[in-house]
């Protein structure tokens, strides 16, 4: 079995302890954690969640732009500062797995370890009032 | 590859009558895998029972896992630094910002010390370790990050001719958890030790003292058996242990600390020596 980078074991602490959304996903976009406060906006709990890659997860909760239109995994936040290795934000709207839709605003910063090592990416979301 | 625990104290040098048997230096391991070479795991104060004569060596590796004073404070006094024409490599973690000889410079020049690095006699090179696999003489090598403050490094030898020892010398898995009980792949340190011969391993604090010094970087010895238990490790040395821990203490500590575990539970005694790998 493989093993985590610490400082992805470390993140995965702090993002346990904290009321702030936080998900998480490896170098290669593979969805690593979301923390409990993510888990009640995404509508499904992480425990019941198998490491989605990046197409998954940047579908399976159905985002839409402001207009309605769906919006493709590369331009969300998180897939942007994976990519292009700097922090992307944006405000858009996802449907969680139970069903109810959400306004979002998520800032996402890419990780790097000593040496430049692309460990990955974080994702804060927060929520925005329905409009 | 023959081992000598030179030093196995933590945070402060200790010696005094009440830790003669179990030992006052701090961290400090001589590893011979090849004839003519040694490699060291930190340099503590144990780092000056070792003998660096270069008529008896040509090149020696110092592995340091991190640069806090108790793993640094005995290279100064390193005799084979001394030793004019010999090849030292010195590796130590990397930083984000700063290279590894900016960073021993803040001890090694004055007026801490009075000995600049570049007035050393011997051929000094310094490396940041690489995070992964290397090769030294009889030697293969792996490093990789641990949770313990600042950027810290723990090591897995392998053996040219088999044996693996995986040293993390300051190391908290549990911080955050509280406990070191998996999954594996979200546990610092585990592919380091993961099926290795001999671990050893940070146990500077009892159980009953951990949850006062959460964050501090150190395991507790219940923390130190999970952890070797997890990895499925041969033998477990404890090391690091705290300066306020007496022979007594320690005496005390595992005289049941390995009971009804499924790994050998031996505390490191300055002195001990171990052969990894085939005789």
């Keep these: 079995m493989g093993q985590q980078p610490v400082e992805l074991i470390l993140l995965k602490q702090v993002a346990g302890y904290l009321a702030t959304p936080m998900f998480l996903v490896d170098a290669g976009g593979k969805l690593l954690y979301y923390n409990e406060p993510a888990e009640e906006l995404l509508g499904h709990r992480y425990e019941e969640t198998s490491q989605m890659p990046l197409e998954e997860w940047g579908t399976i909760f159905s985002p839409t732009d402001s207009l309605g239109r769906p919006m493709p995994p590369e331009d969300l936040p998180l897939a942007r500062a994976l990519a292009g290795r700097e922090p992307s934000q944006g405000n858009f709207f996802i449907r969680g797995l139970d069903g109810v839709a959400r306004h979002l605003s998520v800032t996402a910063v890419p990780l790097e370890g000593p040496g430049g090592t692309h460990l990955g990416a974080l994702a804060i979301f927060w929520a925005l009032p329905r409009r | ?279």
Excluded at chain 2, 42 to 51: C, E, F, M, P, V
Excluded at chain 2, 89 to 114: E, I
Excluded at chain 2, 125 to 136: C, I, Q, W
């Design chain 2, 1 to 279: 590859m023959n081992v000598v625990l030179r030093g196995v104290r933590g945070s402060l040098p200790s010696p005094r009558p009440a830790t003669a048997r179990y030992g006052g230096n701090t961290s400090c391991v001589e590893v011979r895998a090849e004839p003519g070479c040694v490699t060291v795991l930190d340099a503590g104060t144990g780092i000056r029972a070792i003998d660096g004569k270069a008529s008896e060596l040509h090149r020696v590796d110092v592995l340091l896992t991190h640069l806090h004073m108790d793993h640094i404070l005995g290279l100064g006094f390193f005799r084979a630094l001394y030793q004019p024409g010999l090849e030292v490599h010195l590796w130590g973690p990397p930083s984000a910002t700063q290279s590894l000889h900016a960073r021993l410079t803040r001890y090694l020049s004055p007026p801490l010390f009075p000995v600049r690095l570049r007035d050393l006699p011997c051929r000094l090179e310094l490396h940041d370790a690489p995070r992964g696999r290397f090769e030294l003489p009889g030697l293969s090598v792996t490093a990789d990050l641990v949770c313990h403050p600042g950027p810290t490094l723990g090591y897995r030898l392998e053996g040219e001719h088999g044996g693996v020892l995986a040293y993390i010398s300051d190391h908290e898995p549990a911080l955050g958890t509280g406990a070191v009980d998996g999954p594996a792949g979200w546990t610092s340190g585990y592919a380091l030790a993961r099926g290795a011969d001999v671990l050893i391993h940070d146990a500077q604090f009892t159980d009953d003292e951990y949850p006062s010094h959460v964050g501090w970087g150190h395991s507790s010895v219940g923390h130190a058996i999970a952890f070797a238990e997890l990895a499925g490790v041969g033998r477990l040395v404890p090391f690091h242990h705290d300066p306020d821990h007496e022979d007594q203490a320690l005496d005390a500590i595992y005289a049941t600390a390995g009971r009804g575990r499924s790994i050998a539970v031996a505390p490191a005694r300055e002195g001990d020596e171990l052969s990894i790998g085939p005789a």
